[in-house]
Structures are given as structure tokens and as C-alpha cells.
């Protein structure tokens, strides 16, 4: 069982980054495979980026890559999300996501979520 926490989103402006954090009130997150997810309204969750099990492998989604930096401190058992040179349409509610396999950019793959953060990025 694994209890995720969401923080770090806000308002920003284009251009400006932010890092989200997800931290795992219980569980060690080592023992899954990571994903940060967003979400807007009327449209269905997607995946921004995805890291293995033993963190050896990451994905992006294109519209993030090179921009977004997925990483995890597992003295810390939090996930990190680096969002540079944020854009509009950037802007939706993150999840962060844990699950039982070794690497996926599914949510069905995923069996524990976060409650999710808000970022909204203006022009």
C-alpha cells in the first residue's frame, strides 16, 4: 500500500518552472515504478513522464521533453517532477502515480494516485 501527497503547483508565468514533489506518506517508492500524469478538464488523464522501477529508465511525453525532468530521492521516498520554460498549455492538475510494474506510460498500469496539484501557467 502506498499513500501519495502532491504539492509545488501554483500560477506561473510562460517561461518560469516549477517542481512538483510527490511524497509517499507510506510505502517505499524504490518498490514501483513512478509516473507524473496531468489533466484538464473534459479530456482524459495523460502521461508526462515515467521512471522504472530501479530508476534506470525514464519517459517523456514530446510535448515535455527536454523541458521536464522526472527524478526521485529515495532517502527521501519523494518523487520530483522539474518543469522548465513552462508554457499555457502546460496548465492542468498532475498526478503522481505509483505501480506494480516495471515501466509504463498507462494509467491503467498504475495502482496507487495522488490527490493531484494544480498548475496553471499564463501568458
Known amino acids: 500500500q502506498v499513500q501519495l501527497v502532491e504539492s509545488g503547483g501554483g500560477l506561473v508565468q510562460a517561461g518560469d518552472s516549477l517542481r512538483l514533489s510527490c511524497t509517499a506518506t507510506s510505502g517505499t517508492l524504490s518498490n514501483y515504478a513512478m509516473g507524473w500524469f496531468r489533466q484538464t478538464p473534459g479530456k482524459e488523464r495523460i502521461y508526462v513522464a515515467a521512471?522504472?522501477?530501479?530508476?534506470?529508465?525514464?519517459y517523456y511525453h514530446n510535448s515535455v521533453k527536454g523541458r521536464f525532468t522526472i527524478s526521485r530521492d529515495s532517502a527521501k521516498n519523494v518523487l520530483y517532477l522539474q518543469m522548465n520554460s513552462l508554457k499555457p498549455e502546460d496548465t492542468a492538475v498532475y498526478y503522481c502515480a505509483a505501480g506494480s510494474v516495471t515501466i509504463s506510460v498507462m494509467t491503467s498500469s498504475y495502482d496507487y494516485w495522488g490527490q493531484g496539484t494544480q498548475v496553471t501557467v499564463s501568458l
Open positions: 521512471m522504472s522501477k530501479k530508476g534506470g529508465s525514464t
